[in-house]
């Protein structure tokens, strides 16, 4: 027998369910950094300003090289691979052993918000940021005050 808690309002987690539904990026649905194979995928801090969307994507390890980052209509697709070989000599015969990692992550960008030709994308100490602008008339302004006549 297993206990469960429960609180008296049975729809109380109804909100987080669907958060966390429509809070999943669109090809990832398993777990948040396990991808279809079991393997590892990086994490991602997405953040909003007036401006900018800005994405780190933690990838320790890797160079610049091997990133490819595209945009297709809307869809900002980030991927990597990167492979490895080593030889090791031993006696009379050689072992090869390979290392090979790729991950591929998909984010859907709002429409008509981004200014496509302006994204900016960098990596250092093991970051990979991206800045991607707001265009003009996407930008939250101000409240505008209206005088009373």
Avoid: C
Wanted: net charge negative.
């Amino acid at each position: 027998m297993s206990l469960i808690k429960r609180n008296g309002n049975t729809f109380s987690s109804l909100p987080s369910l669907f958060d966390d539904f429509f809070s999943r990026e669109l090809f990832n649905w398993g777990n948040n950094n396990f991808s279809a194979t079991s393997t590892t995928v990086p994490s991602v801090n997405i953040r909003e300003t007036a401006d900018n969307y800005e994405v780190e994507v933690a990838a320790p390890g890797m160079e610049k090289k091997d990133f490819k980052v595209t945009l297709d209509d809307n869809l900002l697709t980030i991927s990597s691979s990167k492979q490895q070989q080593q030889e090791k000599k031993d006696d009379n015969y050689t072992r090869r052993e390979f290392s090979y990692q790729s991950f591929q992550r998909s984010f859907e960008l709002p429409k008509n918000v981004v200014d496509e030709d302006k994204i900016i994308a960098r990596y250092e100490n093991g970051l990979l940021h991206l800045t991607i602008p707001k265009r003009e008339e996407a930008k939250q302004k101000a409240p505008r005050t209206i005088e009373i006549a």
